[in-house]
């Protein structure tokens, strides 16, 4: 039931060609649509390409994280930094906020919960890289969201390899509707406007488009589904543009992550690890300069 309800919440948000959508809570579900009369590659690493499983007519992609808000959830609630104040997700996103990207001189991965896609393989662990005796809560708490929003990168970059182009990314889910850092760093980080789907709940909404077709326009619905999310979909006002001096630092850091991500994930790995801490200060150095 769960892959059903996310694969509405993609209907509700408004997925087309070219759009994907991310469900983004204590892990993300992230989808994107294809024709299902034009060639498709196999494209490796995501978990389903099944036709017809979001739209009739297309074949339906679905990648995603295995966690995200649970990730920060960790930290918070395992680690407990700063006790229930000061390490709250509150306080620690308020100071958080206040930081510069590479500041913190952090590195992490988001395999606290193994890796879903791209490298398919549970078995994977986190790992946090960069620390000295003047790291703090809300350093390792933003590097943790940093984290994740790398993820969503290596997901997007997947899909383009292959030939399914991202033209828009449309978000939905508690963390898009309720964590302005959140989604202003994954603009930043992903360097594409990060929109919000218009409805709070839109695995309902999906359900109500769905029915509208089965109803067809002579009971007062629609005869497609295009025409359907036309009329029952849109964006909130609200959307996160790339800040372009923070897309900068993070087209730098991106690439120590690929590294890491790399040398950890795939046995196939040959290359060296002695230049990531040292990058990392480097890029902290310049962030505070």
């Known amino acids: 039931m769960g892959a059903f309800d996310a694969h509405l919440g ?24 294809w024709p299902a009369d034009k060639d498709l590659a196999d494209v490796p690493g995501i978990c389903g390409i ?24 960790w930290f918070v609630n395992y680690i407990q930094p700063g006790g229930k104040t000061a390490g709250s997700h509150e306080a620690l996103t308020e100071k958080a906020a206040k930081l510069k990207p590479g500041q913190s001189g952090l590195l992490a991965l988001d395999w606290n919960n193994g890796n879903r896609t791209i490298l398919v393989d549970q078995r994977l662990t986190g790992l ?5 005796l003047h790291t703090t809560p809300e350093e390792i ?57 218009r409805s709070a709940q839109t695995c309902a909404l ?18 497609n589904y295009a025409d359907a999310q036309a009329a029952m979909c849109g964006m909130k006002d609200t959307s996160y543009k790339p800040i372009p001096e923070n ?11 690929k590294q890491l991500h ?11 690890m002695a230049n990531v801490m040292k990058q990392l200060l480097q890029i ?6």
């Open 247 to 257: 897309n900068k630092v993070y087209k730098q850091l991106y690439p120590l992550y």
């Open 284 to 289: 902290k150095d310049s962030v505070k300069a």
């Open 128 to 132: 946090l890289l960069g620390q000295t």
């Open 50 to 73: 099944v036709d017809g499983s979001i739209l009739p007519g297309y074949w339906g992609l679905e990648a995603g994280q295995s966690a995200v808000g649970d990730i920060f959830n």
């Open 206 to 223: 999906g359900s109500a488009i769905a029915g509208a077709v089965v109803a067809g326009s002579a009971a007062g619905g629609y005869d």
């Open 10 to 33: 993609g209907v509700g948000s408004g997925i087309s060609t070219g759009k994907l959508v991310k469900i983004i809570g204590t892990s993300t579900c992230d989808m994107a649509v």
């Open 141 to 197: 708490y933003r590097a943790l969201i940093e984290s994740t929003a790398y993820g969503a990168l290596t997901i997007i970059n997947r899909f383009e390899e292959y030939g399914v182009k991202i033209e828009e990314v449309i978000n939905c889910g508690g963390i898009a509707e309720k964590n302005p850092l959140i989604m202003q760093i994954y603009a930043d980080v992903i360097g594409r406007e990060m929109k919000i789907a």
């Open 262 to 272: 790399d040398a950890f994930g795939l046995d196939s790995f040959s290359g060296k």
